[in-house]
């Protein structure tokens, strides 16, 4: 008779099965697309929840921030649809890299500012 213990392991084992057994069925592509997001969003999330702190140690105030903030969302909205333009007409794989290197150096600004009116 299973006790408890070998219980949770065998259900362990099956999910970690199903889930490696899914991985093998995809497509190169959407392997590469997957690692890649993943990647891309640990980084955001690692930065963006301090961006602001940081900003306002660095002597920006706290209506400078909250004006960073609504006009980069707005920004994001709006070029939304310019972007979708761009990837039709050159591929993602460029977009996607031109976009990946502008907000590598977005941060590497934010790094090296020395006052928050930079970021602002």
């Not at 008779?1 to 995809?26: C, D, H, S, Y």
């Not at 649809?81 to 050159?90: A, E, K, S, Y």
Request: hydrophobic fraction near 45%; glycine fraction near 8%.
């Amino acid at each position: 008779m299973n006790t408890k213990e070998e219980t949770k392991t065998t259900a362990r084992t099956n999910v970690l099965t199903g889930i490696f057994r899914f991985w093998k069925r995809q497509d190169h592509d959407w392997k590469v697309t997957v690692a890649r997001s993943s990647l891309e969003r640990f980084g955001y999330q690692m930065v963006v929840p301090y961006l602001s702190i940081y900003i306002v140690a660095l002597g920006a105030t706290k209506t400078q921030l909250g004006l960073v903030n609504s006009i980069s969302m707005v920004i994001a909205g709006l070029l939304g649809p310019f972007m979708g333009v761009l990837i039709d007409r050159n591929g993602p794989k460029k977009v996607y890299l031109f976009g990946i290197s502008m907000l590598m150096t977005a941060y590497l600004i934010y790094a090296l500012a020395p006052n928050g009116l930079i970021c602002v």
